[in-house]
């Protein structure tokens, strides 16, 4: 029961690129066989919630400087037995920036990714299997570093200036210009 709402969410994303449809099947196969997908404690891996939050305007997006992976990424985390990713990533998104009015732009799947975090001590390697929504800050207020994060920072439609060439965040970027296009917003750096 506490299974099919991310069921829903998962049949109703129609992904485009070849690496979120395999990502969308891999998915929906490992939520049907894992009653505790949504739990830390399963070792090959588990379910997690991130974000692309836009501040107000939306001609910005904010990523993190992950302390433990050491590498940029978006807001996000571990479910911890909640089966309501847009809740977590809600959660998290406020938790790693300390921003307090953000809202979910659309109540459906942005991105989807499969990735694999190395073993740290007491943790084997394994699977995050990461859900992806669409968030925007309502307000423009200072942002707060988490102890989870060495930096946080804004970045705006330049690609050229992002901190990382990490395909997923990439492939994030460009469909954040794209909506921003569907918007009727520029999605070029205007000269």
Same mark, same amino acid.
């Given at each position: 029961?506490?299974?099919?709402?991310l069921?829903?969410?998962?049949?109703?994303?129609?992904?485009?690129? #070849?690496?979120?449809?395999? /990502?969308?099947?891999?998915?929906? &196969?490992?939520?049907? @066989?894992?009653?505790?997908?949504? $739990?830390?404690?399963?070792?090959?891996?588990?379910?997690? /919630?991130? @974000?692309?939050?836009?501040?107000? @305007?939306?001609?910005?997006?904010?990523l993190?400087?992950? /302390?433990?992976?050491?590498m940029w990424?978006?807001?996000?985390?571990?479910? &911890?037995?909640? @089966?309501?990713?847009?809740?977590?990533?809600?959660? $998290?998104?406020? $938790?790693?920036?300390?921003?307090?009015?953000?809202?979910?732009?659309m109540s459906?799947?942005?991105? =989807?990714?499969?990735?694999?975090?190395?073993?740290?001590?007491?943790?084997?390697?394994?699977?995050?299997?990461? #859900?992806?929504?669409?968030?925007?800050?309502?307000?423009?207020?200072?942002?707060?570093?988490?102890?989870?994060?060495h930096?946080?920072?804004?970045?705006?439609?330049?690609?050229?200036? =992002?901190?990382?060439?990490?395909?997923?965040?990439?492939r994030?970027?460009?469909?954040w210009? /794209?909506? +921003?296009?569907?918007?009727?917003?520029?999605? +070029? #750096?205007?000269?």
């Amino acid at each position: 029961m506490h299974r099919n709402n991310l069921k829903t969410l998962l049949n109703d994303y129609h992904p485009v690129i #070849v690496t979120e449809i395999q /990502a969308k099947q891999e998915m929906l &196969d490992f939520l049907s @066989s894992n009653t505790r997908c949504f $739990e830390r404690s399963l070792c090959d891996g588990h379910f997690t /919630a991130s @974000s692309w939050l836009m501040n107000k @305007s939306q001609d910005k997006f904010l990523l993190t400087h992950h /302390a433990k992976l050491n590498m940029w990424l978006q807001l996000g985390g571990h479910c &911890d037995g909640d @089966s309501d990713l847009l809740r977590v990533a809600l959660k $998290e998104a406020n $938790e790693e920036s300390g921003l307090l009015d953000i809202v979910a732009v659309m109540s459906g799947i942005f991105d =989807l990714d499969i990735h694999q975090v190395p073993a740290r001590k007491g943790e084997p390697a394994h699977l995050h299997y990461d #859900v992806r929504f669409l968030l925007q800050a309502r307000q423009d207020t200072p942002l707060i570093v988490s102890n989870e994060s060495h930096s946080l920072q804004w970045f705006g439609m330049d690609m050229y200036l =992002l901190p990382t060439t990490e395909p997923a965040i990439l492939r994030m970027f460009n469909k954040w210009l /794209a909506f +921003r296009q569907q918007c009727g917003l520029p999605s +070029r #750096v205007l000269e």
